[in-house]
């Protein structure tokens, strides 16, 4: 079946660490998207890449960082600058073309312990 | 920049109930517009797309609505459900895609 894969479900991170999420896609989408849901707020932009090694910089970059190395795959690592990452992470993949539809993983919920 | 708003945030209806849920958007210069579905806790599961040059799409006991000019989108839901339970968001995607906030939805049946 075709989709988009987000791993872990559940992730937590001490204080100091960097950690990354993961997100994969065997749909053959050129744009991959990362997400930050926090309670009460819509959906903000992190990153995105509209080509392989190739991103650009979302409305909350700061503190993080990511990769586009192969077309399936946009990991996002959370850094240690990244002052407060406790979130819900959503990645989402969309074709070429201007008339395409967004399909989004199930999610990443990283805790700081 | 692109500002989406969705109205109301929250809604409660009875089983049975249609409903219509809004959405608008400050800038028409969009390619497409999309509803999504959020359960709590998980992803996004797309219901709708509507590209701009259309003005409506349809699935099941759904139908939404696109007036472009206006900077409007309806989602209307006919003879709701307790499955229909979750936020429904909308999102516009211009040179990037921006999301309202959402309506969370409650059928009581």
């Known amino acids: 079946d075709g989709g988009i894969t987000q791993s872990p479900k559940y992730l937590f991170r001490k204080e100091g660490q960097n950690v990354t999420l993961s997100c994969e896609q065997n749909?053959?989408?050129?744009?991959m998207y990362w997400y930050r849901q926090d309670p009460g707020q819509g959906l903000r932009l992190i990153y995105y890449?509209?080509?392989?090694?190739?991103?650009q910089k979302g409305d909350i970059a700061e503190g993080y960082s990511v990769s586009r190395e192969k077309k399936e795959s946009f990991p996002l690592t959370v850094t240690s600058a990244q002052k407060n990452p406790t979130a819900f992470y959503l990645c989402?993949?969309?074709?070429?073309?201007?008339?395409?539809?967004?399909?989004f993983g199930q999610g990443t919920r990283l805790t700081v312990v | 920049k692109q500002e989406v708003t969705q109205i109301p945030a929250a809604l409660s209806v009875p089983e049975g109930e249609n409903l219509v849920l809004n959405c608008s958007f400050t800038?028409?210069?969009?390619?497409?517009l999309q509803w999504f579905r959020q359960d709590p806790g998980k992803g996004l599961t797309s219901l709708l797309l509507?590209?701009?040059?259309?003005r409506e799409q349809t699935s099941g006991r759904l139908n939404a609505s696109l007036d472009k000019s206006s900077g409007r989108s309806t989602l209307y839901i006919a003879a709701s459900q307790p499955g229909d339970s979750a936020t429904y968001l909308c999102?516009?995607?211009?040179?990037?895609?921006?999301f309202g906030t959402g309506t969370s939805l409650t059928v009581i049946p």
């Open positions: 989402a993949s969309m074709g070429a073309g201007e008339y395409t539809e967004a399909f």
């Open positions: 749909l053959n989408h050129d744009a």
């Open positions: 890449s509209q080509i392989v090694n190739d991103f």
């Open positions: 800038d028409s210069a969009i390619y497409n």
């Open positions: 509507i590209q701009s040059s259309q």
């Open positions: 999102a516009v995607d211009g040179n990037q895609f921006y």
